[in-house]
């Protein structure tokens, strides 16, 4: 972990070099990726690894830095234009990507609260320069606007609900949350003090309802910006629930009532993409979709409903960061994010069709994918709760699938619209992009457990 901490903070003090090497750089975040495999716990999931007092990391967190290692080079990968720029304008770029990343590691690490909610805001400044500096339309200072109040507004709550445990507890130390928790005056504040809690978490995944800034930020965003904010930020929500979670563990009516709101919005975000003609608008919607059945799991707060949330995040992390990646090699091409316009690729190329399936295969939950295997424990966990949500919940996944067929067969098996596109022929650099994002899907096949908490 301190080796994690120590190649992120160099990599952004040698950002600043004049002509600095692209190659090296990536490099170094390969090292750092592979690295990060070595804070895999295997010795249990009550367990820690400690660093120092302040942080640690656990079966919980593992998985979620090696994802954000994971996925540092690749953004850099799919964000190949920005070496036609002046060094200045590499200088940063690299360094909000290296920053973000960097904030990452310490919120999945942080076993204080309060650097915890520092370090998880600490990633807004970056990610909001991101998108207003490198999106593509003039829209995205409007798309900006709205990541930045939803998750201001969002966050303040938080605060309060840190200072009230500060004061309640004496500590804010994470691991004793697992065996302290918090009783209000009476029924009512212990359920408002939970949804206080919680607030910002569902903003910043988001579920249905608290979802509007997340389709104007990745339609705006450059492709890194997308791939980030899919594949990470959006976990971060998620983390924070599970952690959260401990100190309210009687909370029922107010969790109830959201449980139900989280699994209709999987329902309606499905509905909602099967009518989407934005390509990238398309891939976000379905984003709130999972990320709303995520987030009825994490209320439920049951070993199997836990351990699908963390599979199923690790897996939409990487299947939507290589959907963003590959509708940027259309757009690169037809400069159109129109469904209906990018499409017919099966005549042009061979190997893009073939990525295009094993990712919305992936999206899906085709077996044996480890999106499928989430989705089963969720599900499994939720209608053991209440088997009156299996009904939307059965109609959401039809539904999931008939969106991501539809992603398939708009952009590669129909006619070609452009007849008179120049299309260039896909770099080996963009295979390897998309290959390194599939590829871990095949060894969470093989060891499952690597995803999975069987304790709380």
């Known amino acids: 972990m301190l080796t994690l901490l120590s190649v992120s903070i160099s990599t952004i003090v040698l950002i600043n070099v004049k002509k600095w090497n692209w190659n090296a750089l990536f490099v170094a975040l390969a090292m750092m990726t592979f690295l990060s495999i070595t804070t895999v716990n295997n010795s249990g999931s009550a367990s820690w690894s400690f660093l120092s007092h302040s942080l640690a990391v656990d079966s919980l967190s593992a998985p979620l830095i090696i994802l954000s290692c994971w996925l540092a080079p690749l953004c850099f990968l799919a964000q190949n234009v920005v070496k036609g720029n002046s060094s200045s304008l590499q200088n940063g770029f690299l360094a909000l990507t ?13 076993l204080n609260i309060l650097s915890f909610f520092i370090c998880f805001e600490a990633t807004l400044i970056p990610t909001l320069v991101l998108i207003t500096r490198w999106g593509a339309n003039v829209e995205r200072l409007q798309a900006g606007t709205y990541f930045l109040f939803y998750t201001l507004f969002g966050s303040l709550p938080l605060l309060v609900s840190i200072v009230l445990i500060s004061q309640t507890t004496s500590t804010l130390m994470i691991p004793i949350s697992e065996i302290v928790t918090l009783q209000g005056n009476t029924f009512f504040s212990i359920n408002i003090w939970w949804i206080i809690t919680i607030v910002a978490f569902l903003v910043k995944m988001p579920v249905y309802g608290f979802h509007l800034w997340l389709p104007k930020a990745h339609v705006e965003a450059p492709v890194a910006g997308s ?130 399936l094993i990712s919305c295969a992936a999206n899906l939950g085709l077996p044996p994918l480890p999106n499928l295997i989430g989705e089963l424990y969720i599900i499994t966990g939720i209608i053991s709760w209440s088997i009156f949500l299996a009904p939307i919940l059965g109609v959401a996944t039809v ?3 008939i969106y991501s067929l539809l992603i398939y067969q708009n952009t590669n098996t129909q006619s070609i619209v452009l007849s008179s596109m120049s299309f260039n022929e896909i770099s080996p650099r963009e295979h390897i992009l998309i290959l390194f994002h599939l590829l871990p899907l095949l060894s969470i096949i093989v060891a499952p457990n690597s995803c999975m908490v069987w304790s709380n």
């Open 227 to 356: 791939m980030i904010l899919a594949a990470i930020l959006l976990k971060l929500g998620g983390y924070g629930i599970i952690r959260m979670n401990a100190y309210f563990p009687d909370v029922t009516t107010l969790s109830a009532i959201l449980t139900v709101i989280c699994c209709w919005g999987t329902l309606i975000t499905s509905i909602l993409c099967t009518r989407q003609t934005d390509l990238k608008a398309l891939i976000a919607y379905s984003s709130v979709g999972h990320m709303s059945l995520v987030a009825a799991g994490t209320i439920v707060f049951s070993d199997w409903t836990i351990s699908g949330a963390i599979m199923l995040m690790i897996a939409h992390g990487l299947v939507s960061s290589a959907l963003f990646a590959l509708a940027n090699i259309l757009y690169e091409r037809t400069h159109t994010r129109n469904i209906f316009i990018t499409r017919g690729f099966k005549m042009i190329t061979v190997l893009l069709p073939f990525w295009w």
């Open 98 to 110: 290296c920053s973000i990343i960097f904030f990452l590691l310490l919120t999945f690490s942080s």
């Open 399 to 401: 539904f999931g699938a």
